[in-house]
């Protein structure tokens, strides 16, 4: 019998189906209410909702269920593991689709990071669909260790799973229209793919040009009127609550009419502690419920929105014809997740994938170009402590603010014993820092006294909340090191290492002192990329991230514990417990995100798209 006739029959009761959910309260996508009655599964989709009998039956006791939960923007990179754990990590939280765009990986790798995620993702049970990185690298001013073309992204175009092109990161790029970003865009609506989003703060005519560039969404709101004014132009709104940046808060006016139509929820970086304990999704609708959100609302933003605006047919809703992807929970309010359905299948209950997920395990062979590319990426000498050295330049501060911009090769500054010299010519001497928000990406610009505090690398003073800050590049071994000073990290002693450095994932190291911070370096350069954290002369902890100085080869809770127990460790240094002392590092590097960040080059002024010196007078 063909499978279309049995799902017919099935659906109409003259056979009985497959699977039945018994006594179940179903939340309907698309009159927004709650249906009771049973739902009858036939071949791995919905084929009935109603009273029906099956060959095996489950009651549910009048449990809710709902449609798998979908994360319409990730980076899979972000969670430090490799996709078969992350798979693990999410499936028994409901989530039985991501879109993520492996822009991370593309940024150390190029085509074979993007070939290896693919081939990764392949055979789980979790459904993952791609978006084409965009910005490789992520502006002008940055160094990555790859460099995407159009004619490098066209033949993915054609792959069931690739669905468009990912986030548009370099706004002025576009607005400016930057040849290569045009092609790029006329490529992907030329085979009518969906064309991602990213332009914090843009507004007005600018947004207008940006949108009319075919830029459907953004993930990038702060606050609502932002997000307003987006929608109002037609954008979809991605709600994000991630590890670093938390806009949930600041959003929960898109969960009223008529804003919800056109919004929905994704998490764009997640670590693996947040996974296992906050969840995924069903954690950001608990989030928004908690906050007055109405749940059912919460839901479809979580499910049928990013499926409609994916494109995803046959996903996000209860119903007939719909695959049977489906949650099953005790409650609205604590949406406790009991048991989850892919395509008809069960694949996790009571907080654990089943045996038949696990087992689908494989061994991969990569290609010589993956090997290479992929898992040994660090390209970078060890460093010493006098490479790290920043002090003021009084011969080339006499030219007055003028005199501050600088080429890329000549951002670092000799070293120097200079203070004497500063303070007979009687000029106070100040210092640019990179302040940090809480709950935000974005920075601010502090401009404030140099000092010297004894103990301390130069211009680092804990009383002011301010250390150091180094970004050396590792992919090309350019030799590239920028330095320069991050505010509201909190850090009070020794020193933080991370080859996770948003887009172009270079070594960032902050500390207080140049010789913990050259040493924990020295740490992740040793294990081909990964996390570290020194104190006087030791290196305390660490974590090896080995695969594209990005993801672990490592039991997800393994990494979870090794990354709890450093960030506790950096809790107890003053690094605030309310900032994720990794994830929050990590933005630090990104020049697409305002007001400043430091990369290789040096301190990047992100609405200007230009460089500017760490001192002033």
Not at 178 to 205: C, M, Q, T, V
Not at 292 to 308: C, F, N, T, V, W
Not at 392 to 419: F, H, N
Request: hydrophobic share 40%; charged share 25%; glycine share 10%.
């Amino acid at each position: 019998m063909k499978k279309l006739k049995k799902e017919i029959m099935a659906a109409s009761g003259e056979k009985k189906a497959k699977l039945v959910l018994k006594h179940a309260k179903i939340i309907n996508v698309f009159t927004e209410s709650i249906e009771e009655g049973d739902i009858a599964v036939e071949a791995g989709h919905i084929v009935g909702i109603g009273s029906y009998e099956g060959e095996k039956e489950i009651d549910l006791k009048g449990r809710y269920v709902c449609s798998g939960l979908i994360d319409g923007h990730i980076h899979l990179e972000s969670s430090m593991v490799l996709p078969e754990e992350f798979q693990r990590a999410v499936l028994p939280h409901g989530t039985t689709a991501v879109i993520t765009d492996p822009h991370e990986i593309a940024n150390v790798a190029g085509i074979p990071g993007i070939q290896y995620m693919m081939k990764s993702a392949e055979g789980l049970m979790m459904d993952v669909y791609f978006m084409m990185p965009s910005c490789v690298p992520a502006s002008r001013l940055d160094e990555s260790g790859a460099v995407l073309r159009a004619s490098d992204l066209n033949p993915f175009y054609s792959r069931k799973r690739v669905r468009g092109l990912a986030e548009m990161m370099d706004s002025a790029g576009i607005v400016g229209c930057e040849e290569g970003y045009l092609e790029k865009l006329e490529e992907a609506a030329s085979r009518s793919k969906i064309i991602d989003g990213h332009a914090p703060f843009l507004s007005g005519k600018a947004l207008n040009a940006y949108i009319t560039a075919g830029i459907r969404s953004d993930h990038e709101c702060s606050n609502f009127e932002e997000a307003r004014e987006k929608l109002a132009r037609g954008q979809w709104i991605m709600i994000r609550e991630g590890t670093a940046a938390k806009n949930l808060e600041q959003l929960m006016g898109l969960f009223d009419a008529p804003y919800y139509q056109r919004a929905m929820l994704v998490t764009d970086d997640k670590h693996p502690g947040d996974l296992l304990r906050g969840g995924h999704i069903d954690g950001i609708i608990r989030m928004a419920v908690k906050r007055g959100a109405d749940p059912i609302r919460a839901i479809k933003m979580g499910s049928y929105h990013p499926a409609l605006y994916f494109g995803l047919t046959g996903k996000g809703a209860v119903a007939p014809g719909y695959e049977a992807d489906l949650v099953v929970f005790d409650d609205l309010e604590n949406m406790k997740i009991w048991q989850v359905y892919k395509a008809g299948k069960l694949a996790a209950e009571n907080g654990a994938c089943t045996e038949a997920v696990l087992k689908k395990k494989k061994t991969l062979v990569w290609s010589r170009q993956v090997e290479e590319r992929v898992f040994h990426s660090f390209h970078l000498k060890p460093i010493q402590p006098e490479d790290l050295k920043l002090e003021p330049e009084p011969e080339k501060l006499k030219s007055g603010p003028e005199g501050l911009e600088s080429e890329p090769e000549k951002l670092k500054s000799e070293p120097g014993a200079c203070a004497q010299e500063m303070e007979r010519a009687d000029r106070r001497i100040y210092q640019r820092v990179i302040d940090l928000v809480e709950k935000e990406l974005i920075t601010k610009e502090r401009i404030t006294e140099w000092k010297n505090v004894e103990g301390f690398a130069p211009g680092v003073d804990i009383s002011r909340n301010i250390v150091k800050l180094a970004a050396l590049e590792r992919h090309h071994g350019t030799g590239h090191i920028g330095l320069g000073f991050l505010g509201n990290y909190g850090l009070r002693k020794g020193a933080v290492a991370t080859s996770i450095g948003h887009d172009s994932h270079n070594l960032v190291i902050a500390g207080t002192n140049d010789a913990d911070m050259a040493l924990a370096g020295n740490r992740v350069i040793e294990n081909e990329g990964g996390l570290a954290v020194a104190v006087d002369g030791v290196v305390l902890a660490d974590l090896p991230l080995p695969v594209a100085g990005l993801m672990a080869e490592l039991p997800l809770e393994e990494v979870d514990r090794r990354l709890e127990e450093m960030k506790a460790m950096l809790e107890q240094l003053g690094v605030p417990k309310e900032i994720d002392a990794f994830m929050t590092l990590a933005f630090v590097s990104l020049p697409v995100i305002p007001k400043l960040r430091l990369n290789t080059y040096g301190i990047i002024d992100v609405a200007e798209q230009k460089i500017v010196k760490p001192f002033d007078s």
